[in-house]
């Protein structure tokens, strides 16, 4: 089908997904941007993560707070757990889980080339953080977390780290290129056709 110009037809083709282009069509040089995006992201945020839970343990006792704000600590916790300190003193199984993670994002890795920069970017930040936290598990048994929010009175956020921030971050990306690319829709309208 030809394009011709017009806003509508453009807007059905401006985000592309994972399938729906095929691969042959892409230019090798288009998928060694993406991939050397990704890398770029993933190792930034690991070396970033890994330094500052360095610097964290170099300074820092376990338990021990360093007031930045009146609402904002650096404050050196042990997390055996998962987030939310869900599945305390379980590292096997969380090392497992990272680890299996690990492969499904990289499973993406093949399928770059077809997608955006909002989803290559949220992709690496996703296996920068998976990555940076089953580095503590592997050499610790547990992960270091150290940024402590005060929301409100003596509530206090969950500590957690550079990394658990870049999932964070990852994630909502993903999720809204999803949305932009026209995923969720398509999934809906799929499920709700009507049956013949």
Not at 6 to 23: I, N, Q, R, Y
Not at 87 to 113: E, M, P
Not at 115 to 124: Q, R
């Amino acid at each position: 089908m030809q394009d011709n110009g017009s806003p509508s037809k453009l807007g059905v083709h401006k985000v592309t997904d994972f399938v729906g282009e095929d691969k042959s069509k892409v230019s090798a040089g288009k998928y060694r941007g993406k991939l050397r995006l990704f890398l770029i992201v993933a190792a930034l945020l690991v070396t970033l993560d890994q330094l500052s839970k360095l610097w964290v343990r170099a300074h820092l006792a376990l338990g021990e707070s360093l007031p930045i704000t009146d609402r904002l600590s650096l404050t050196y916790i042990g997390n055996t757990g998962s987030a939310f300190g869900l599945l305390a003193n379980q590292t096997f199984l969380l090392i497992t889980i990272g680890v299996a993670s690990l492969l499904i994002i990289l499973l993406f890795l093949r399928y770059l080339s077809l997608a955006t920069t909002l989803s290559v970017v949220s992709i690496g930040l996703i296996l920068s953080g998976a990555v940076g936290n089953l580095i503590d598990r592997l050499r610790f048994s547990y992960v270091t977390d150290f940024i402590d929010f005060r929301l409100w009175s003596n509530f206090h956020w969950p500590a957690f780290n550079i990394a658990d921030a870049a999932i964070t971050v990852g994630v909502f990306m993903l999720i809204y290129y999803f949305y932009k690319s026209g995923v969720f829709s398509r999934t809906y309208e799929r499920n709700h056709r009507p049956q013949n």
